[in-house]
Nanobody, 119 residues
Framework: VQLQASGGGLVQSGGSLRLSCTAS????????IGWFRQAPGKEREAVSC????????HYRDAVKGRFTISRDSARNTVYLQMNGLEPEDAAVYHC?????????????WGQGTQVTVSS
């Protein structure tokens, strides 16, 4: 059971990226999935999540209005569309199962995908 994050890269400030979280070996349709990020020297922080029950979404304040999380069940993928990227968004982004009550990730933790934002 694995979740693989991809889609990171180098963009200029104000640019956009779309991250993908793809499941292998199972359907992620009914699971709550979260995106997390960690920058060097900083603690991991939850960025966004989508509920497995009703696809309701949640965002940290710093990304509201700029990031959008969505689920494509046909592709077995959860996306994170990131617009208006800022240097402060630079980090390694991971996707994971998330406990919506605690906001903590659980299960497989992959390598993540690097997002770099130049000013």
């Amino acid at each position: 059971v694995q979740l693989q994050a991809s889609g990171g890269g180098l963009v200029q400030s104000g640019g956009s990226l779309r991250l993908s979280c793809t499941a292998s070996g199972f359907s992620l349709e009914s699971y709550a999935i979260g995106w997390f990020r960690q920058a060097p020297g900083k603690e991991r922080e939850a960025v966004s999540c989508i509920s497995g029950e009703d696809d309701s979404t949640h965002y940290r304040d710093a990304v509201k209005g700029r990031f959008t999380i969505s689920r494509d069940s046909a592709r077995n993928t959860v996306y994170l569309q990131m617009n208006g990227l800022e240097p402060e968004d630079a980090a390694v982004y991971h996707c994971s199962f998330i406990d919506l009550k605690s906001g903590r990730p659980y299960g497989y933790w992959g390598q993540g995908t690097q997002v770099t934002v130049s000013s």
